[in-house]
């Protein structure tokens, strides 16, 4: 789990939910974790604290990740697959920059899915990284990214790198408030 500047890593009890039902249940603001080791972003591997049990407000919760184990609710998984077509993801949230796979029913429609997307939205196949720290990244199965903590939301193949010339039929911002 990341927040603004702290990485979480501990247990979640489900109990024989999926985390993404669990993020996205409205009865409780708070998610328990058991277990806890607390690290800072910038050395993600080294334990702080550690501690028992701690609360999490969900709300300041940017990013879970869950790693590549078992299906933390294989039951269910089993009794409720949907084929869904897999597209490239990318987002900006609090400061980490998140790249995935973004799994869809119907089109890939940017404004649509913003709409319909719940509190928490998963991505496969992830990749977590932070703009300060050159080469540092986190891989995870899944990434759930906390829908209010988006500045930025892309669905789709990138386009090939360019100059770092806008294309001439765009407008752009400027910094200079006189212009």
Known sequence: ???D???????VPTRGLRLLEVLNDHSTDWLHVYDVHLARREAKTTC?????EVAIRKTQ????????GK?????KRRFAYVDKTPYCAVALVGGYEVRGRLHLNGSPDLTRVLVDMRDFVPLTDGTVSHAEMAGEK????VVLINKSAICLFHIGDSLPSRAATPPSSTR????NLSQ
């Open 61 to 68: 919760l940017k990013l879970a990740l869950l790693g590549g």
């Open 5 to 11: 500047e702290h990485l979480i890593a501990g247990k």
């Open 48 to 52: 702080i604290e550690a501690l028992n």
């Open 172 to 175: 752009t911002m400027s910094a």
């Open 1 to 3: 789990m990341l927040v």
């Open 138 to 141: 986190l891989d995870a199965a």
């Open 71 to 75: 299906h933390e609710s294989p039951e």
